[in-house]
């Protein structure tokens, strides 16, 4: 253990440099010998003795644990180490990259938003979050009466970290990168016609139709704005897109000052913020993919924030005082892709077979120990637009035997593609597999890394394949046009690649319509029309837990945001 630890240590020695890492240093080297313990040969033992070293159970491997750990002597094995002006999340996946105008991933968004800002942002009303938006950069905007033409008046003194303003044209600059990447955040901007800039403070959108949501896509991560400096950074004709997956440029709260692929990476208050100085000065992402070590280390007060404990270790913190557990409602939803492109999943009766041979309220129980409610349709409970008479698929093995004679396929085995991403993936898979084997399908779990699935999920290289889904903005556009429109096909929402042709048209003329009532009506046309398609197996949406140290306060979940934290609004007792 000391040889491991060692060797840790003096590899990363340079990443923190100032004093008042020290406690963290101790931690990054805790987490990084528990997930290799894990791995190891008689791991299991190992962990348990590791468990006992670091809380100080074995006086004396405590000494020399904390010895190779770096540990100073003014640091505590007792908890709460982590300095009041500083935040330390257990980072369970690493992200992909951090360039808004590239990443779809709500894990990199946790890292990029609060070093961003946008036109709008949501609202806090009383301490709690809201699906509204309000000024941001932007302090005023007007839209015309044909829905084409937005006009918005900046705000003056906001500064990117370089101290550069941010004007009209780092605005301009940064939506048409966006379009310009062909990445999935370039989906917001497809109505986008063209951007003008009469003037540093005034910036003119045209759109070629009108779009409902619009006003909310410029809350979402990729309409973050971007110092038009990152073009001095560009290779190949990427725009500083290599730059940006492990730097930020922007002009929110925080910037990013040290990335360690997966290991950590540190953000420290922006200088040139124009808001209200943060309380939190410095925020350490810490890469634990342990959810055991992760708990081990908010228990000790090593981190701060933990987010990749599953539900049953959640429940059994419940009663140490030293942490809350946040649980809120949320539209996040669980769902499993059935590749409509390949058989035997491109055979909608077949698709029927497997909708009616899933017990969703064992996987409710089971994956997310009851906190959830089944998802019967395309559009989650919470969400105006949803279609209440559908009452969704239920548990049953005979109707499901019936319809998989009735496919004609004679489909003995299928694969099931997860990576751990969500911290019920692995109680959600065996529950699956459990269940198709009783309709005499066996499921092979096929687990790999995030990026690997994300880059599989969008080639449509799986059977079938576990996914969540959360909104970037409240509107229910943002489940059905990404979940079923056909030109969403892949990594941007459609990860089944279904295909109906008046599914399209619907939702098309749906999202250029601005009265409420009528978008309604076509939405509930579309959730029975994609009821009976199956284009996924509609799962279950559940409710957020967020573990937190006690003396964190000013937290505020927003089911837009999920695995976002608002750190320039947090503050430590």
Excluded at 29 to 38: F, G, Q, V
Excluded at 207 to 218: I, Q
Excluded at 445 to 454: D, I, M
Excluded at 537 to 553: D, E, W
């Amino acid at each position: 253990i000391f040889m491991q630890c060692k060797e840790w240590d003096d590899a990363n020695s340079e990443l923190f440099k100032e004093s008042h890492d020290a406690a963290v240093h101790k931690n990054f080297c805790e987490s990084r010998l528990y997930e290799r313990i894990s791995a190891s040969e008689g791991g299991e033992t190992m962990k348990k003795l590791l468990k006992a070293v670091l809380t100080g159970s074995l006086l004396g491997l405590t000494v020399l644990g904390l010895a190779g750990c770096g540990g100073q002597s003014g640091s505590s094995s007792s908890g709460g180490s982590v300095p009041k002006d500083t935040i330390v999340v257990g980072m369970a996946v690493d992200p992909e990259t951090l360039d808004p105008a590239v990443t779809m991933d709500n894990k990199g968004w946790q890292i990029t938003y609060p070093a961003y800002e946008r036109l709008v942002k949501y609202k806090v009303a009383d301490g709690k979050a809201t699906t509204e938006v309000e000024p941001s950069l932007a302090k005023s905007w007007t839209v015309s009466d044909d829905g084409l033409t937005w006009t918005f008046t900046l705000n003056e003194g906001h500064k990117f970290a370089d101290g550069s303003p941010v004007d009209a044209k780092a605005v301009k600059f940064s939506i048409e990168r966006v379009q310009k990447m062909k990445k999935g955040p370039s989906d917001y901007f497809k109505v986008v016609k063209s951007i003008e800039t009469p003037d540093d403070k005034t910036v003119i959108f045209q759109l070629d139709k009108p779009f409902a949501p619009f006003l909310y896509t410029l809350a979402v991560n990729g309409s973050s704005i971007v110092n038009p400096k990152v073009m001095d950074q560009a290779k190949d004709n990427d725009m500083g897109s290599s730059y940006l997956a492990t730097h930020t440029m922007g002009s929110g709260a925080y910037e990013i000052t040290s990335y360690t692929p997966s290991q950590s990476i540190k953000l420290d208050v922006q200088k040139n913020y124009a808001g209200k100085a943060p309380s939190i000065k410095h925020i350490l992402f810490n890469s634990i993919k342990d959810p055991s070590a992760q708990r081990l280390q908010l228990e000790k007060g090593d981190i701060d924030i933990a987010e990749g404990i599953p539900m049953d270790q959640i429940d059994q913190l419940k009663d140490n005082k030293a942490i809350h557990i946040y649980e809120d409602p949320s539209l996040l939803c669980s769902i499993v892709y059935l590749n409509n492109q390949k058989l035997p999943t491109s055979n909608k009766v077949f698709r029927q077979a497997l909708s009616y041979a899933i017990d969703y309220h064992a996987i409710i129980d089971g994956a997310v120990k009851g906190r959830g409610q089944q998802l019967t349709s395309a559009v989650p409970e919470g969400m105006w637009g949803k279609d209440e008479s559908i009452k969704g698929y239920s548990y049953n093995l005979d109707k499901a035997k019936e319809l998989l004679a009735k496919s004609g396929e004679n489909v003995t085995e299928i694969n099931l593609l997860y990576s751990g991403h969500a911290a019920f993936d692995e109680a959600e898979a065996l529950i699956i597999q459990n269940n198709l084997q009783q309709l005499g399908i066996k499921v092979n779990l096929e687990k790999v890394a995030w990026a690997t699935f994300r880059q599989r999920a969008d080639k449509g290289d799986f059977q079938m394949a576990l996914g969540t889904w959360s909104p970037d903005y409240s509107d229910p556009q943002f489940f059905l046009s990404y979940w079923l429109d056909s030109s969403y096909w892949g990594l941007p929402g459609n990860r089944s690649f279904y295909k109906n042709d008046e599914v399209d048209k619907l939702l098309r003329e749906a999202e250029v319509m601005t009265d409420k009532d009528g978008r309604t009506d076509i939405y509930k046309k579309v959730q029975h029309i994609a009821f009976d398609d199956a284009p996924y197996l509609f799962l279950f949406q559940t409710k957020v837990l967020t573990p937190m140290r006690a003396n964190i306060k000013g937290f505020a979940y927003n089911p837009m945001l999920d695995s976002m934290f608002d750190f320039e609004h947090l503050s430590k007792e």
